[in-house]
């Protein structure tokens, strides 16, 4: 199995940043990508930005130039650097890996999710 730990989620004011950091552990043999997703009350969870294993990245155009996804390999860690937080950036961020371990084939996991709240 794998384990997702999140850190970095808190409250900040319009035009602030914050930084999410996401370590993954367990009996990994591969990691495929790993990313970020977002839920805001009443809507249903949606990506924000990923990182293939290949290095190619991809972000939903309302975090584009303001959030940068990169990941340790090393450590099994992504981060999400959040500049220019908007209060619309308000929501749950959840942790996404792609993986394969030494029990499973390839698998998503997600984290338990952190709160980024971006108010005045």
């Known amino acids: 199995q794998v384990q997702l730990e999140e850190s970095g989620g808190g409250s900040v004011q319009p035009g602030g940043s914050l930084r999410l950091s996401c370590a993954a552990s367990?009996?990994?043999?591969?990691?495929?990508?790993m990313g970020w997703y977002r839920q805001a009350p009443g809507k249903q969870r949606d990506l924000v930005a990923t990182e293939h294993s290949s290095g190619s990245t991809a972000y939903t155009d309302s975090v584009k130039g303001r959030f940068t996804i990169s990941t340790d390999k090393a450590r099994n860690t992504v981060y999400l650097q959040m500049n220019s937080l908007r209060p619309e950036d308000t929501a749950v961020y959840y942790c996404?890996?792609?993986?394969?371990?030494?029990?499973?084939?390839?698998?998503?996991?997600w984290g338990q999710g952190t709160q980024v709240t971006v108010s005045s």
């Open positions: 996404n890996v792609v993986a394969a371990t030494y029990l499973s084939s390839v698998a998503g996991y």
């Open positions: 367990g009996s990994i043999t591969t990691i495929y990508a």
